[in-house]
């Protein structure tokens, strides 16, 4: 699927990125039904230019009535879009996707370790006019030990990244967990920055929300201009939304290799 390109920025102008990340838990709404309509239509709303959504499932279970949820979500939002399979089982898959509303020019997914459950990531280098943007987008483990893994795997590949990079996904883990550390002092904390630093993202049984564990990382050159959590239903996760600014430069435009296809 092909997005529409931006015009190319010019010398020292502003990018303007807005990003949504989301476990949508298969479709299934806090309700215990599947509403892959609520998740699409409120993605419609939002209008991101990238989103990162996590427990993706593509022809995976009954309960998501087997559809291809990322083909799905791209056609109906008329958006670029890259999937990567944390796991596999009858020709169906279940993981990660991200979706641009410009053109994904470069595409990396990469299994990681851990003793649980598998866990994958998924990375993209998007064009926003003459300006390469990375983006990757994760779920880690259950256990802290895996955790510890798997960031640590995330980082031997980013290690290799140059330019702007936004990280999003369920880490499993709050404010003072290893793999939420990891980031710290390196990446802005976008939620820790803004008038939510303290509402939970997980929405459990009795309806109650517990401490977040759900993040956008920003890298330094981007500045922070909005950032928002909608209290919905759509999920038991809640989508959490920022608006990032990018000043760029005649270096930053296009010309440059892309790393990954």
């Not at 999920?235 to 270096?251: G, R």
Request: charged share 20%; glycine share 8%.
């Amino acid at each position: 699927m092909k997005a529409e390109s931006a015009l190319e920025p010019g010398p020292d102008e502003t990018v303007s990125l807005k990003i949504l990340t989301l476990n949508i838990h298969s479709g299934v709404n806090w309700f215990g039904q599947y509403d892959l309509e609520s998740i699409a239509r409120y993605i419609e709303e939002v209008q991101p230019d990238i989103v990162g959504l996590q427990e993706v499932a593509r022809g995976w279970s009954s309960q998501s009535r087997f559809e291809d949820i990322p083909g799905d979500l791209a056609r109906r939002l008329k958006m670029d879009f890259a999937y990567s399979a944390s796991l596999e089982r009858n020709n169906g898959n279940f993981g990660n996707l991200i979706l641009s509303r410009y053109p994904i020019v470069g595409i990396f997914t990469e299994l990681m370790p851990g003793n649980l459950e598998r866990r994958s990531f998924g990375f993209v280098q998007i064009m926003v006019g003459g300006v390469r943007i990375n983006f990757l987008t994760t779920h880690l483990g259950l256990s802290e030990s895996d955790r510890q893994e798997q960031v640590t795997a995330i980082w031997n590949f980013i290690s290799q990244v140059d330019g702007p990079l936004v990280i999003t996904g369920d880490f499993n883990g709050s404010d003072g967990d290893v793999a939420v550390k990891a980031f710290h002092g390196s990446f802005l904390d976008v939620q820790e920055l803004s008038g939510f630093r303290d509402r939970g993202t997980f929405r459990v049984k009795n309806g109650s929300l517990i401490p977040r564990m759900d993040f956008i990382f920003a890298s330094p050159e981007f500045m922070v201009s909005n950032f928002w959590i909608d209290e919905n239903y759509i999920s038991d996760h809640l989508p959490l939304v920022a608006e990032l600014k990018l000043t760029v430069s005649n270096q930053d435009v296009a010309g440059q290799p892309v790393m990954y296809q």
